[in-house]
């Protein structure tokens, strides 16, 4: 949802006003962004899975109804069956979306795309993604640069695990628009550029990533749309102590544990998966089984690209 300019305070389409204290200064803008973005959310969220048959081709219908979802909750799942799901289908899929440019991290492999799952190098167990623990509420890339802003990211399962890793998934839109509502003070201190701070990465003496600073809630200069960068790990985060800061940000840890009727929750099957524009999103603990289908693996590529046409 690309925001408006002032002028443009009741579209046809799902754009969304300006609503970031710093930069948004039409309350009637905002109010009716919200009332549009809350209304059929929740019956949209009812009919989250959309089915696909080929990943390589999609048919208008399909890619239809994954923008469809997409544009109101920033988030769609996807079922694909009877067939090999490769890395390749992965990137083909989000090509078909508008999504080419991938963000090679730490643990991709050489397509950029990274195969999810308990790992057993202790270079990759140092993040918890690829371990069977708890994965608390986060944005992916929260700690990039802005020249390598996570806007989107897809996931595939190639195998589930034999019980738990369950996602749960948060509009970030939402989000925002609760605290708000709620108290338009911590929404503003919220959008402040030095919000929080993530060490450098830094392994035996080399930098790996840079020292990164930056707000929870912002504007993003290459579409227009609501951005959030947020993690519930305080040993990877360091939060400002201003005073209004850390209220701020208790209220948001207290507004994202208390917006379940919004939130949702997804046990990913094997030839499942997730589009989503980075929302907000956490994962249960799991126990693998002893065969190869019960160890959970899933492909990730994260994007510098926003879905097209959301």
Not at 105 to 128: F, H, M, P
Not at 165 to 183: A, C, M, S
Request: charged share 25%; glycine share 6%.
């Amino acid at each position: 949802m690309s925001l408006l300019r002032s002028q443009d305070k009741h579209p046809e389409s799902s754009t969304n006003p300006a609503v970031l204290d710093n930069q948004f200064v039409d309350p009637e803008a905002f109010q009716f962004w919200s009332e549009r973005k809350l209304s059929g959310y929740q019956e949209t969220m009812r009919d989250v899975v959309v089915d696909i048959k080929d990943p390589t081709h999609l048919t208008l219908p399909e890619r239809s109804a994954l923008l469809e979802r997409l544009r109101k909750l920033n988030v769609v799942v996807y079922r694909c069956q009877g067939r090999d799901f490769t890395k390749k289908d992965l990137k083909v899929l989000g090509l078909q979306l508008g999504l080419s440019r991938l963000d090679r991290n730490l643990c991709a492999d050489g397509e950029s795309i990274s195969s999810v799952r308990v790992a057993e190098s202790t270079a990759k167990t140092r993040y918890i993604p690829y371990t069977n623990q708890p994965l608390g509420w986060h944005t992916d890339g929260y700690y990039n640069n802005v020249d390598r802003t996570i806007r989107s990211f897809t996931l595939h399962c190639v195998h589930q695990a034999h019980s738990g890793g369950i996602n749960t998934f948060l509009d970030p839109e939402i989000v925002y628009l609760l605290v708000k509502h709620r108290n338009a003070e911590y929404a503003a201190s919220l959008t402040q550029p030095n919000v929080f701070s993530v060490p450098a990465n830094i392994e035996d003496g080399r930098e790996l990533r840079p020292l990164y600073t930056g707000p929870v809630f912002s504007i993003d200069p290459a579409n227009g749309c609501l951005h959030m960068r947020y993690s519930a790990r305080s040993r990877n985060i360091s939060w400002n102590s201003a005073t209004e800061i850390q209220e701020a940000v208790e209220y948001l840890k207290t507004v994202i544990e208390q917006a379940v009727e919004y939130a949702i929750t997804h046990k990913l099957e094997s030839g499942q998966g997730v589009i989503c524009n980075n929302s907000l999103h956490k994962r249960t603990g799991f126990v693998n089984g002893s065969s190869v289908d019960t160890q959970r693996l899933l492909y990730r590529a994260r994007y510098y690209d926003r879905v097209l046409g959301t």
